[in-house]
């Protein structure tokens, strides 16, 4: 009792780093080499996964950079190959060899998804006959599974033939109803099948397995888009399922030459990555180069079209997108047809379009269901917001502060009466603003939707009230600022809309160093960078610099009647898009034949 | 933007919004003063005669390079004329002409910039930026350049055009009288003398080969000389219908003295910060144009794999000669003495020398075969 009351003082007053010992600390795992919980002691399966490209390298010896490449290439490559030792064999015979085969590749019985159900074939057969059922739970329709693989396998099958290849010929053409069956012979096949949610039927004595398409994984149903709204036009988006996604743009291109091909892309988990275009009118080059960039990516793991473009674009380290991303079937459908190649990658909602010229981004799905003053005049409207988005507060920067003769002697006493009271330089101002009105930004996205519209008012008071009131900023700074917010959501590309958000603060710094000046200097070279700039090919101001034969579709939305060509920067196969003059009966416009711009492209 | 210039192909228009902006530029420059010394009231005949001038010459040499030397540039039949040697010093000669006038467009807009609206700012700075922006644009090479001579091209038609008209309420034609000014022989020898600012012909011998089509070129030289023309002409006018000519000659900035009389309502005045956009676009694209040719040129005399690496030393060189003057008054003296009014002779005499003595030489040789072949074979290459 003594002693255990000593112990408790002893704690007390000196300090045990013992303590500190017993915390855990993530390092290097030398010894062990399994998951399992009591680590040290190693299972039936020896699995080697301490690769080399998991340990840290100790060499300090400074290595020239073709051999730090030449070093990790072969390190990954060493690595890819082990992850998949055993995946090219051919499948055996035995049905306990194939069995043990499945759990060494799906780590069992560590891992839960994967279910293997044994199961023996016919209900009156002399001698049962072994099989396997073998599908992840999630992924896979269960009632699928139960009523049309098991319940037809173990009740209603009967064979008349010994040979066991046969008998899986017969269950494969009579027995299964499955839309889509299909026999696999390699390892690599059955994992990659049972990892896309189908369920693969292996049987004692049969070196082949069936494969039968039941994914059945939960997903969001098909809903209006998040990013991309329109007034007049479809009101579809895609969704967080691949074969949704590309049955939507068939759904609205019905066209025979519309081809999808697949591709999976990711070593050590793959996604599908669909490149879809029109046989015989897409550029075949085009189609090339965007299937040989998807190929060449050869990384372990790539889920959505975000990261998948920058491994594809020309330049990612472009502050432009050099590919268009869209939530709308309906401009993928669009864009097809004009020439592009539409990307799908994967189980996500947004799709690529490539190539991409400046003024795509600018353009939504709804110019072109509206009359064409109307869709000149949006359109002239988001160019407008561009530049206001861009340059105003650089312009106010560069104006308060070094070319205030140029302002209305009214208005310039206004906004000095204004600044009266503010303790900060112009530039200052500004950027605080700034720095507000892009932290609401954030936070409104971010924000759980319940509490969502208090940010409005908070920032609404916080900027629109608080900071006037005590004397952070000016009233009119503060017109400004929430002008180019405005201006900036009118742009409807996302990405690009960020790039601008970026760029207002170079400019910002310009203008606040040299005026106009410097505004005007950045200014030609953002240009010169653009004009340099190109997106799978295609000069990214096409068709304006360098200057190409174009409808009106570029600044301005012309009438659809007299859009007669194909935009001739993707120079399509077949350039012609309507007859020259499509409305014959019109005695107005029945003459009306394009541009002759169009005719010489 | 690696290694284009192998490879640069340019079109049509934006080859004419290239050679359009590289003269009419001029407009903000010294050339407007020292017209109007040589001619007063007559001055805006001036541009005419030499635009007329130009578009003869023009017509002439591109004859000469379609029919003796196509896919060919000055450097190259330098070299097929006279050897490595004389092509060499020739290019550099066209090299240095090329860096002075940059030299001498950087100094004069950054003393303009200074002058107008950044007061307090460090000439260096200014001067800096300038150089910077005008070598990251000649790096980027024709193609880039003529793609943003297309698109800023709006910008000085809009804001040439504007700034005359905007002025309107000053205009007094009468002071435009009388018609011939200091008279008949004094207005052409000074178009002569002031027809440099007119490169077209020395640029066409550098970029023949990098048009896209070669064809288009009489018609590319027909607008820009035309267009340009028109632009300077009418800036004269207007400026001498604003001021008397007598007062005219002695300011060198031109464009800046006009708008700072626009004034049309308390809305609408003390514009000239706003053309400052005006200035900077032209004035860039202008000094990219003269530091890629310089660039281009030496490269191709001494048979460097790429000029690339040169622009920044050239861009450097430039702005050096460009800080070596005293003051402006000095600037606007050496630039009107010796680059105005000799100019002509490197702009016109001896491209149209080297084309000549090249075509003479061949037909006493007797030679043979295509244009260029002797260079080719000396090189062992084939042109398709």
Redesign the interface.
């Known amino acids: 009792m003594l002693s255990k009351y000593a112990s408790m003082l002893k704690r007390l007053i000196t300090v045990n780093e013992s303590v500190l010992d017993e915390q855990f600390t993530l390092l290097d795992d030398e010894s062990d080499t399994s998951y399992d919980e009591d680590g040290n002691k190693r299972g039936p399966e020896v699995i080697d996964f301490d690769t080399d490209e998991n340990k840290t390298q100790t060499a300090k010896r400074p290595v020239s950079m073709r051999q730090f490449i030449r070093r990790g290439a072969a390190l990954y490559n060493e690595a890819v190959r082990k992850a998949h030792v055993g995946q090219d064999d051919d499948l055996p015979v035995s049905i306990d060899q194939m069995k043990a085969r499945l759990e060494r590749f799906f780590h069992l019985p560590q891992n839960k998804d994967v279910v293997i159900r044994e199961f023996s074939v016919g209900v009156h057969a002399k001698q049962p006959w072994r099989g396997l059922a073998v599908f992840v739970d999630g992924l896979a329709d269960k009632t699928v599974i139960n009523h049309d693989i098991l319940e037809r396998l173990m009740l209603f099958t009967q064979f008349i033939d010994d040979e066991p290849r046969r008998n899986m010929e017969y269950i494969q053409e009579k027995i299964l109803t499955s839309n889509q069956t299909a026999m696999l012979e390699k390892w690599s096949e059955v994992i990659q099948a049972i990892l896309a949610g189908s369920t693969v039927v292996l049987l004692d004595g049969c070196n082949g397995a069936l494969s039968v398409e039941t994914k059945g994984w939960e997903h969001r149903s098909v809903s209006i888009p998040q990013t991309e709204s329109v007034v007049r036009g479809a009101h579809d988006a895609f969704t967080e399922n691949f074969r949704t996604n590309t049955g939507l743009i068939r759904s609205r291109f019905r066209s025979e030459h519309l081809v999808t091909e697949i591709y999976s892309v990711g070593n050590l988990a793959s996604t599908d990555v669909a490149i879809m275009y029109v046989h015989g009118m897409t550029n075949p080059k085009l189609v090339r180069e965007v299937r040989r960039r998807i190929e060449a990516i050869d990384v372990d793991y790539i889920d959505s079209p975000g990261v998948l473009e920058q491994f594809i674009e020309d330049e990612p380290r472009m502050i432009i997108p050099q590919v268009l991303s869209t939530e709308r079937p309906d401009r993928v459908a669009a864009s097809l047809a004009e020439g592009y190649v539409a990307i799908v990658v994967g189980n996500n909602p947004f799709v690529l379009i490539a190539p991409v010229v400046l003024y795509s981004l600018i353009h939504t799905s709804e110019d072109a269901n509206l009359r064409f003053y109307a869709g000149t005049f949006i359109r002239g409207l988001r160019w407008i917001s561009l530049f206001i988005a861009c340059l105003l507060p650089a312009l106010y920067v560069a104006v308060t502060n070094y070319h205030p003769e140029m302002l209305p002697t009214d208005l310039m006493l206004a906004i000095a009466g204004s600044r009266e009271q503010v303790p900060f330089p112009v530039i200052v101002e500004v950027l605080l603003m700034e720095f507000a009105i892009e932290l609401i930004r954030e936070a409104g996205i971010r924000i759980p939707s319940v509490i969502g519209p208090t940010i409005g008012i908070v920032g609404a008071l916080i900027i629109g009230q608080a900071a006037v009131q005590a004397g952070i900023v000016s009233p009119l700074l503060v017109i400004v600022v929430a002008t180019t917010a405005l201006a900036g959501f009118a742009i409807p590309n996302y990405e690009l809309s960020m790039a601008v958000r970026i760029s207002r603060f170079v400019f910002l710094l310009a203008g606040a160093f040299l005026g106009f000046y410097g505004v005007a200097i950045l200014l030609c070279v953002s240009v010169v960078r653009l004009s340099m700039q190109k997106s799978f090919g295609v000069p990214i101001l096409s068709p304006i610099a360098p200057t190409k034969a174009s409808a009106k579709d570029v600044l301005i939305r012309g009438p659809v009647y007299s859009m007669n060509l194909r935009p001739s920067f993707l120079h399509p196969l077949r350039s012609w898009r309507q007859q020259p003059v499509t409305r014959p009966w019109s005695a107005p416009t029945g003459k009306r034949a394009g541009r002759k711009g169009n005719d010489q492209a | 933007?690696k290694n284009?210039e192998g490879k640069a192909s340019?079109?049509g228009?934006?080859l004419t919004a290239l050679m359009i902006l590289v003269v009419a530029t001029n407009a903000f420059l010294i050339y407007p003063q020292y017209v109007s010394q040589s001619a007063y009231e007559a001055a805006w005949m001036e541009p005419i005669v030499s635009g007329a001038l130009t578009l003869v010459l023009f017509y002439f040499v591109e004859w000469l390079m379609r029919k003796y030397y196509p896919q060919l540039d000055i450097v190259e039949v330098s070299k097929e004329v006279f050897g490595r040697v004389i092509a060499a010093l020739l290019a550099m000669l066209f090299a240095a002409y090329f860096i002075c006038t940059t030299a001498m467009v950087v100094r004069e807009f950054t003393e303009n910039?200074i002058m107008t609206?950044?007061p307090a700012?460090p000439i260096l700075l200014?001067g800096a930026?300038?150089m910077g922006?005008v070598g990251?644009?000649a790096y980027?090479?024709l193609?880039?350049?003529s793609?943003?001579a297309?698109?800023?091209l709006p910008i000085l038609l809009i804001g040439l055009v504007g700034v005359c008209v905007a002025t309107m309420n000053w205009w007094h034609p009468a002071m435009l009288l009388p018609f011939w000014g200091t008279g008949i022989p004094r207005v052409l020898t000074g178009s002569l003398e002031y027809s440099s600012v007119f490169s077209n012909v020395l640029l066409l011998t550098i970029i023949y080969k990098h048009a896209h089509n070669p064809r288009q070129m009489r018609r590319i030289g027909s607008v820009s000389v035309t267009v340009s023309t028109l632009l300077l002409c009418l800036l004269i006018i207007t400026y001498h219908m604003v001021f008397p000519a007598v007062e005219s000659e002695q300011v060198s900035f031109a464009l800046y003295r006009l708008a700072r009389l626009i004034y049309l309502g308390?809305?609408f005045?003390?514009?000239?910060?706003?053309f400052?956009?005006l200035w900077?676009?032209a004035a860039?694209?202008k000094m990219a144009v003269t530091l890629w040719c310089s660039a281009y040129l030496l490269g191709k005399a001494f048979g460097w794999p790429t000029y690339r690496p040169g622009i920044p030393i050239l861009a450097l060189l430039s702005w050096s000669i460009a800080m070596w003057a005293d003051s402006w008054v000095q600037v606007v003296d050496l630039d009107g003495r010796y680059l105005l009014r000799w100019g002509w002779t490197v702009v016109f005499v001896l491209p149209i020398v080297v084309l000549l003595l090249g075509v003479v030489g061949r037909a006493f040789k007797g030679s043979t075969g295509e244009p260029g072949e002797r260079r080719r074979r000396r090189r062992g290459i084939t042109h398709a």
């Open positions: 933007m284009q340019v079109a228009r934006e910039v609206v950044l700012t200014v930026v300038f922006a990251y644009i980027a090479g193609e880039g350049i793609r943003t297309y698109i800023f308390p809305f005045q003390r514009l000239e910060s706003v400052i956009f900077v676009t860039t694209v």
